[in-house]
C-alpha cells in the first residue's frame, strides 16, 4: 500500500485532468484529504450548489480517480 502522501499527489494528479471539464462550467474542486483509500474533495463554484453535482462526483471525478489510482476504491465530498 502506498503511503498517504504519495497517494494524495497521484489523487491531485488525476483531479488536474478533470479540472478543466469542471471550471468550464463554472465550477472547480479540490483535494482535501485522503483517509485510507478514500479521497475526500471540495466541490467549488457552481459544482458546489449544482443539483448534477452527485452524478458528475460518482460518474466523472470518482471514475477518473479511480482508474489513475486504483489504489482510491471511492471518492466522498465534504
Known amino acids: ?43 467549488k463554484g457552481a459544482c458546489g450548489c449544482c443539483p448534477m453535482s452527485q452524478m458528475t462526483l460518482q460518474m466523472g471525478v470518482q471514475r477518473a480517480v479511480k482508474e489513475a489510482v486504483p489504489e482510491i476504491e471511492s471518492v466522498e465530498a465534504v
Open 1 to 43: 500500500m502506498a503511503d498517504t502522501q504519495d497517494l494524495k499527489s497521484k489523487v491531485k494528479e488525476a483531479l488536474e485532468k478533470i479540472r478543466p471539464m469542471l471550471q468550464a462550467d463554472g465550477g472547480d474542486i479540490e483535494l482535501v484529504d485522503v483517509v485510507g483509500k478514500v479521497a475526500k474533495v471540495k466541490l
